[in-house]
């Protein structure tokens, strides 16, 4: 089993930026990509971005050189830093886990998530 929490959310003024965190624990042998959804009022889950085992990361077109993500010195623990925050980045985020390489967009290559963060950018 593995278990995800999230960090680093909360009230943010747009323009801002702001860096969630999502700290693994567990076993983690099979897992080789992390990845960050977010889910917005009234909408579905969205891919964000990804980083696999090998250190390449994916992005949505949407937030590509607004959004970073990579791994942190702590072991395990995965951040996501968004840059120039806009009302439209308003949602829960959740962060995700599992052996989804190819399919790393798709909520269903994940086995584990987080109970996520809530993200709110005023504008």
């Known amino acids: 089993q593995v278990q995800l929490v999230e960090s680093g959310g909360g009230l943010m003024q747009a323009g801002g930026s702001l860096r969630l965190s999502c700290v693994a624990s567990?076993?983690?042998?099979?897992?080789?990509?992390m990845a960050w959804f977010r889910q917005a009022p009234g909408k579905e889950r969205e891919f964000v971005a990804a980083?696999?085992?090998?250190?390449?990361?994916r992005y949505a077109d949407s937030v590509k050189g607004r959004f970073t993500v990579s791994r942190a010195n702590v072991k395990n623990t995965v951040s996501l830093q968004v840059n120039s925050l806009k009302a439209e980045d308003t949602a829960v985020y959740y962060c995700?886990?599992?052996?989804?390489?190819?399919?790393?967009?798709?909520?269903?290559?994940?086995?584990?998530w987080g109970q996520g963060t809530q993200v709110t950018v005023s504008s």
């Open positions: 995700a886990a599992g052996s989804a390489y190819r399919s790393y967009a798709s909520s269903h290559g994940y086995d584990y």
């Open positions: 567990g076993r983690t042998p099979s897992i080789n990509t």
């Open positions: 980083i696999h085992s090998n250190s390449v990361t």
